[in-house]
């Protein structure tokens, strides 16, 4: 399933990312996963919530440079081999990993995983078809 | 419609004619400063120099320079060439580099100042029926209560708004409809991102602006004109001279026109001081031939500057200088290369593409006794992405610009929008952490 995620640029500052989730808490929004990609100079703040429009929106009010972005929920089983499982059919269908982050779901006994493909429709496809996609978007959301 | 211009026969006089009139006019000036600024008259002794040696603009070249340090020398009323009771208004410099500097107007100077804003409003085509806000400063500095002067002589509505709290300079765009807007490009362009920001923009009755105070770009006027929907004119000013309106754009935004019956500029080569062939860029020094206040003879106006003597299509024989590409004041030396701001901005809208608001700071620093040069770049949501790779090749991208526009390496910092700070008058574009002496 294609979902939205939050991609926030982060300035190379003290207390940028503490002021960044506090204008979420401050605005009620839930977050569900993040991950920080960071450089020397400055990171980017990849974040799944529940209310994507609204987060962006309070951001930029914020005078923060936001940006939603496309990507892929992966569901696989919470087992030895299960994000190798996911990974092998990506592969398999020649589509690069631009990054990947672990993320928070809800579904009992299933790991959660959120894919940035090179090519989004392919690898959505592909993975919904071996079993690793259909996920209720209240499971990760957390609506 | 072109509006009928101020003044028909001055403002297309033809040169001969032009230049007759700048005689005169100077011979009258060199001679009653002689009399009443001891400066002057010690800089002409000095030179072996008595009016009499001045025949006309062709011995222009002849006559001694003044100096920013001039004002400061004489201040405050050293420099005047009228007793105090002549002088009807007062104008004081910021100093933006350096110390404050005094300058005075007669009533006759205050009104050829008007003038000379009136042929600037309708050589762009403003009428009577115009709204123009003004955000100025108003007070000591003379952008405000120049335009303002000006604006009111044509018979324009004015409104004198002066700077700050920009949600009540929005409200009011808003509410009584203003037609033209007069301020610091910087601020138009603050003031556009905050329109569109608050998606106000189809309620704004703007038809065009007039900017200056602070260097500005070509880019900047096509972002400004676009965030704004306007046409965006360039005004060119300094107090020394008289204030906003020294030399202004026509319609043809083609150079900004100098009234030369009130103001002879030259160009030089700041080193040499010997002028330049027509067409140069160099030094713009000016002359006031009518000012009766506080008259200037070959003032160095540190700016670096070109002149059109051609015959502009709007009509107007009076030459125009181009925009200033920057002042021999605001030259950093970095590592022994000479820095302008200008080139660091002319990259940073090359790699943008004009699509960022060009805001950057420039942070000169030094380490071990090396240089440092820093810049910081605002990030905008055109320049950023969700992968780290894309906002890299930009860092990069700004960093072997620079180092091929300036010679030497700078750090490029990337910040957060609007983390520079954006003063409501000028821009710091500069800081020089080095503090030499």
Excluded at chain 1, 2 to 7: P, R, V
Excluded at chain 1, 98 to 105: F, L, V
Excluded at chain 2, 54 to 62: A, F, R, T, Y
Excluded at chain 2, 421 to 437: F, M, P
Aim: contains cysteine.
């Amino acid at each position: 399933m294609i979902i939205k995620q939050l991609s926030v640029f982060v300035e190379n500052k003290k207390g940028r990312l503490l002021s960044i989730v506090e204008i979420l808490a401050e605005n009620d929004i839930d977050i569900s996963s993040l991950s920080i990609a960071d450089t020397a100079d400055f990171g980017v703040l990849r974040l799944i919530v529940d209310k994507p429009n609204e987060a962006k929106a309070a951001l930029k009010e914020a005078g923060i440079v936001v940006k939603i972005t496309d990507v892929v929920a992966v569901v696989m089983e919470d087992a030895p081999g299960g994000v190798a499982a996911a990974l092998r059919v990506v592969y398999d269908n020649d589509i690069d990993v631009e990054y990947m982050y672990a993320a928070i779901g809800k579904t009992t006994g299933k790991a959660l995983m959120v894919l940035r493909p090179s090519d989004l429709e392919k690898a959505e496809e592909v993975l919904t078809k071996a079993g690793f996609g259909a996920v209720n978007p209240g499971d990760i959301y957390r609506i | 419609m072109t509006e009928p211009m101020r003044h028909v026969d001055i403002e297309t006089m033809p040169r001969e004619k032009l230049e007759a009139l700048q005689s005169e006019r100077l011979k009258w000036q060199v001679k009653r400063m002689y009399e009443n600024v001891e400066c002057f008259r010690n800089r002409m002794d000095e030179a072996g120099l008595s009016p009499k040696d001045i025949h006309g603009v062709e011995d222009l070249h002849k006559l001694p320079f003044s100096y920013k340090s001039d004002l400061r020398d004489y201040y405050p009323y050293g420099l005047f060439a009228v007793p105090l009771t002549d002088i009807n208004r007062i104008h004081a410099s910021s100093g933006t580099t350096g110390k404050r500097i005094v300058v005075g107007y007669t009533k006759k100077d205050l009104d050829n100042w008007a003038d000379c804003l009136v042929r600037m409003l309708k050589a762009i085509g403003i009428d009577k029926s115009d709204v123009i806000h003004i955000a100025y400063g108003y007070g000591l500095f003379t952008g405000g209560l120049g335009v303002h002067c000006g604006a009111e002589k044509l018979g324009a509505t004015v409104i004198p708004i002066s700077t700050g709290n920009t949600s009540l300079q929005i409200q009011t765009l808003v509410d009584l409809k203003a037609t033209v807007l007069c301020c610091t490009p910087s601020y138009a362009l603050y003031l556009g991102e905050e329109i569109e920001r608050q998606g106000l923009k189809d309620q704004i009755c703007l038809k065009m602006g007039i900017f200056g105070a602070e260097p500005w770009t070509e880019e900047m006027r096509k972002q400004i004109e676009a965030k704004l929907g306007i046409k965006a004119y360039d005004i060119y000013g300094l107090s020394e001279i008289m204030g906003p309106g020294v030399g202004c754009e026509c319609e043809a935004q083609a150079g900004m026109h100098v009234w030369e019956d009130h103001f002879i500029p030259e160009i030089i080569d700041p080193e040499t001081c010997e002028v330049l062939p027509k067409g140069s860029v160099g030094e713009l020094v000016f002359t006031t031939i009518t000012k009766e206040g506080f008259p200037l003879i070959r003032y160095r106006t540190r700016d670096i500057c070109q002149l059109n003597y051609e015959k502009c299509e709007c009509g107007r024989t009076h030459v125009r200088m181009r925009k200033p590409q920057g002042r021999y004041d605001d030259m950093i030396i970095i590592r022994g290369v000479n820095v302008f701001p200008s080139q660091v901005e002319e990259v940073l809208l090359k790699v943008s593409e004009g699509n960022i608001t060009p805001n950057y700071q420039i942070v000169v620093g030094r380490e071990n006794n090396i240089d440092t040069l820093e810049v910081n770049v605002e990030m905008s949501e055109e320049l950023f992405a969700d992968d780290v790779k894309s906002i890299e090749r930009i860092e990069r991208t700004i960093t072997e610009n620079l180092r091929s526009m300036l010679g030497i390496g700078a750090k490029v910092n990337l910040v957060n929008p609007k983390s520079i700070t954006r003063s409501e008058g000028k821009a710091v574009r500069v800081i020089d952490n080095r503090h030499l002496v």
